[in-house]
């Protein structure tokens, strides 16, 4: 297996003199192609902080972050944000789907910024779509969709560029636990068939168990990197 | 990179979303071009209007009249022209179309009961030359009619109302200061003068009968000249005045007893006062333009942090900056564009029914549309700039996080 995401002695710090904080201090990870990754840790670990470097939406303060080879920390806003666009899918636990937007339509909207035609868009939508479950829902809007049904949509959406690596913070933090089993059902399964490394941040044990693997964060460094026999 | 049609669509879907604040929104725009069209378009049919009655009076006209209005104190007598200045200007002055000279006097026309007061006008027949002014019915003085002195006349709009109602006024003889001549011809319409005078109240009878029958002498109260071309004007001015300065032995170091006016200073003057109007009433309207904007730039502050998550996840998904800003721009110059051009036609709308009222010429210049229209469009990329760059330059983090 190759190396996906290479983090080597990472820091972030936050502010400065007095008032600084250190959220990561020298975080060494690597997670390969195909691996399913649980991020534990209590709320201000820097499991958060370390997402937003491995997304590419933040920058560490020092340390260095190879992506499947390549050096990212020394990338500008749009270098970032085009990898992004082609390799990294998000799920996030508040959802985050448009407002007064069909399911079709959110799920094209990453397909629109990578200048896909419009039926070919349609097509790929509807595929991710009926990954997730959804089919004959496409012309729903939000608030027609259950908590469960809209982050299946926001995970279709995160699939349908077909990413290398998907992101997930905290994806069932929101739901039940009967939705939140469905959903990690689901991310297991594209783990498994698509072959897509996910990332997931979350609070609960039930749902780390999904996991091949688990890190765990406390005061910016990493605890505890086990891995689990499947 | 994203397709400027594929950022048309996204700004037209997301302002589709939100009708009512778009609507009203795009309603500052709607009334300042309005404004703009409707006031422009009504000074230019009022500068029209005024340039119409002015050459009205005849083309590159300069005006001779004995006295000097310019001396002050009470007008002084100062002797009337000649037949022989006529011929003088004639022979001496080059650069002339047509001139004619006109003896003035106030008369009655009588026809049965009716009198009416009006002006006797003596003239030859270049007069209708140079005051462009064709017959509607009948015919004008024939050589013999001028030489010999018949008495004959032309009459004016007004004198038929007046006189003859509904009858046929040709070949009856009228009264005119109490001298009886048939009508032979009448003058189309002209309507009033730049100063309010009714030009169509007027009796033209050839000079000689004038003079004879009227006047009683040989005098010629103003001469009206007709230069070839408006450049020639100033010319032709400078040479008559010259000519009579000699002719009436004006002596050194006395003002000349006589004035040789241009209408087209008259037509500058009215002109230039027009052009200043439109324009304060222009800048006027361009102001409430500005408010439009600023409109405009408020709802799109309001709209980007309304929509910050949105945003968060455009950018988290991999949109560019520049993509989120010409979302925005483009949200904001569809508003401006779509407000313009209702305004023209809104503006169009209101002009039209203002000349209506106004009795104007409805003029439309197509550079004003056109100019309104380009204007609202830079209003919506001005005042569209600063909240799509906000939009453009967030953390998406943040973003995502705000709520």
């Not at chain 1, 991020?39 to 303060?61: F, Q």
Request: glycine share 12%; proline share 3%.
């Amino acid at each position: 297996m190759t190396t996906l995401i290479a983090l080597e002695h990472l820091r972030k710090v936050y502010g400065s003199g007095e008032t600084q904080v250190v959220a990561l201090d020298d975080i060494s990870l690597a997670i390969d192609h195909g691996e399913f990754v649980a991020v534990m840790g209590p709320s201000g670990s820097g499991k958060s902080t370390a997402m937003n470097i491995i997304g590419c939406l933040d920058t560490p303060t020092a340390g260095t972050y190879r992506f499947d080879g390549r050096e990212v920390t020394t990338l500008d806003r749009d270098a970032r944000a085009l990898l992004r666009r082609g390799q990294i899918g998000f799920v996030f636990q508040g959802f985050n789907l448009l407002k007064r937007t069909t399911a079709l339509e959110n799920v094209e909207l990453p397909l629109v910024y990578r200048g896909v035609a419009r039926a070919e868009r349609r097509r790929l939508a509807r595929d991710a779509l009926a990954k997730v479950g959804l089919e004959g829902r496409e012309g729903h809007s939000q608030a027609e969709l259950s908590g469960g049904q809209q982050q299946r949509v926001a995970i279709a959406r995160a699939i349908v560029t077909a990413p290398a690596l998907l992101l997930a913070d905290e994806p069932t933090g929101n739901l039940d636990s009967e939705r939140s089993r469905d959903i990690m059902t689901l991310l297991a399964g594209l783990n498994r068939d698509a072959g897509i490394t996910i990332v997931m941040v979350t609070h609960e044990p039930d749902m780390a168990a999904f996991a091949r693997r688990r890190v765990r964060f406390l005061d910016g460094r990493i605890l505890a990197d086990e891995r689990l026999a499947s | 990179m994203i397709g400027a049609a594929a950022v048309l669509r996204m700004a037209l879907v997301e302002l589709g979303r939100n009708p009512m604040r778009s609507g009203l929104t795009t309603l500052g725009i709607v009334i300042g071009i309005a404004a703009v069209i409707a006031l422009v378009t009504l000074g230019q049919g009022a500068s029209a209007s005024i340039t119409n009655t002015i050459s009205g009076l005849g083309r590159n006209l300069v005006i001779v009249s004995p006295g000097n209005a310019r001396q002050g104190g009470p007008p002084q007598a100062a002797a009337p022209f000649k037949l022989g200045d006529l011929r003088a200007i004639e022979r001496e002055v080059s650069g002339i179309a047509a001139m004619a000279g006109v003896g003035i006097l106030a008369v009655n026309a009588v026809l049965g009961n009716a009198s009416y007061a009006t002006s006797a006008f003596g003239s030859e027949l270049s007069y209708l030359a140079v005051r462009e002014w064709p017959l509607s019915a009948g015919r004008v003085f024939d050589e013999g009619e001028m030489r010999s002195g018949k008495a004959v006349c032309i009459i004016g709009q007004t004198l038929v109302r007046e006189l003859f109602g509904a009858q046929d006024p040709l070949g009856v003889a009228i009264r005119v200061g109490g001298t009886s001549c048939q009508v032979i011809g009448v003058l189309s319409p002209k309507g009033q003068s730049i100063v309010g005078q009714d030009q169509d109240n007027v009796v033209l009878l050839p000079l000689t009968t004038f003079q004879r029958r009227l006047a009683g002498n040989t005098d010629i109260s103003t001469i009206m000249v007709s230069a070839a071309s408006p450049d020639l004007t100033t010319k032709v001015q400078e040479d008559i005045r010259s000519l009579l300065h000699e002719r009436r032995r004006v002596p050194p170091g006395k003002q000349d007893d006589f004035q040789v006016n241009d209408l087209s200073e008259i037509a500058t003057i009215v002109g230039g006062v027009t052009v200043i109007l439109t324009a304060l009433l222009g800048a006027i309207a361009a102001i409430s333009l500005l408010v439009g904007g600023i409109g405009i730039m408020n709802i799109m502050l309001v709209s980007v942090t309304e929509r910050t998550r949105e945003i968060g996840i455009r950018l988290a998904i991999g949109a560019l900056e520049r993509e989120v800003l010409a979302q925005f721009l483009a949200e904001a110059v569809l508003l401006s564009l779509i407000g313009g051009l209702i305004g023209v036609a809104l503006g169009l709308g209101l002009s039209y029914a203002g000349t209506r009222v106004l009795a104007l010429p409805f003029i439309v210049d197509p550079l004003v549309v056109a100019g309104a229209a380009l204007f609202s469009g830079l209003v919506g990329v001005g005042f569209g700039f600063f909240p799509a760059r906000r939009a453009a330059r967030m953390d998406p983090i943040e973003a995502l996080r705000h709520e």
